[in-house]
């Protein structure tokens, strides 16, 4: 039988067509798919095609099974164009040192049957980086995370970028610093509200198990090394205290993971912001630029 492609190869220098070519064999063999280089999307259409105009064509079958065999039909080869698109996607983040073999047929099997019913190409974008980190990193994104994604729209992705817009790094965790009260001393709930960062955000987020979301208290962390990154913005706080409040969001470990994956804005507004309280609090935060090498 003729292996049908997803990626030119022809396009791709070695060693990357060799990580490509085994990043493909991979998914192949875990999906029992017939996969390889060249002219996938003719194929398909003309196999589409044909195979529908038979099954419109027989008269052996009536015509309300012929219409549920052709609607599954066409269901399934959405289904498959979706997988691959992801695959596409995929193939422009993977690493030369990309490790395919040690990613279980499991995992693939577990994530194409939760990705095969994505359709929007942001969508597709983020499932295209989880794929690829996988296989980069070998045991990284779990099917937790999967599973959550799964239940997210592009809608509650970007919602998830906002909160991706307030970490920090702190090396070597990532945490989220977001102070969204009005408490005596802190009054922020306004400054949230104009960079459309709602309370039903942070709730249906939590819901998700994407975060812990507190509404009246902070979250707080025993932190020795006090030194942040944003950007190219390196803070440290000059107090002795030991604890330090993170805010009323804290990531859970599919939130972590998530971050690796969606874009990063970085915000000036959330950092004025974070200043402020941190002043508040008494950590006295000095800001320092700093260049690419050391950020």
């Given at each position: ?216 208290d902070f979250h707080t ?7 942040f990154y944003y950007g ?64």
């Amino acid at each position: 039988m003729e292996r049908i492609s997803i990626v030119d190869l022809g396009q791709i220098g070695e060693p990357a067509a060799g990580v490509v070519n085994h990043f493909i064999d991979k998914i192949s063999g875990a999906l029992e798919w017939m996969v390889s280089p060249k002219n996938m999307k003719p194929a398909i259409l003309e196999a589409n095609k044909s195979i529908i105009e038979e099954i419109a064509n027989r008269q052996d079958i009536n015509p309300i099974e012929r219409a549920a065999i052709v609607s599954n039909y066409r269901k399934i080869v959405k289904e498959y164009k979706n997988q691959v698109d992801i695959m596409r996607l995929a193939v422009e983040h993977l690493t030369p040192n990309a490790e395919p073999e040690k990613v279980s047929d499991d995992w693939v099997t577990f994530f194409f049957e939760k990705s095969k019913n994505v359709n929007d190409e942001y969508m597709k974008m983020i499932w295209g980086k989880i794929l690829a980190g996988e296989f980069n990193e070998p045991n990284t994104d779990t099917k937790q995370l999967l599973h959550t994604m799964s239940i997210m729209d592009s809608n509650i992705a970007k919602r998830f970028q906002k909160i991706r817009s307030s970490c920090f790094y702190n090396p070597p965790i990532l945490l989220a610093f977001m102070y969204r009260t009005n408490s005596e001393d802190i009054k922020n709930i306004k400054r949230y509200d104009k960079m459309k960062i709602f309370i039903y955000d942070l709730r249906e987020l939590d819901s998700l198990g994407l975060i812990q979301y507190r509404f009246s208290d902070f979250h707080t962390l025993v932190i020795r090394n006090k030194v942040f990154y944003y950007g190219n913005k390196r803070i440290r706080f000059e107090t002795n205290k030991r604890t330090i409040a993170l805010g009323n969001v804290a990531l859970t470990s599919v939130g972590k993971q998530l971050c690796r994956i969606v874009p990063m804005e970085y915000d000036d507004r959330i950092l004025e912001i974070c200043l402020d309280v941190w002043n508040k609090l008494g950590y006295h935060p000095i800001v320092e630029c700093c260049d690419d090498n050391d950020c």
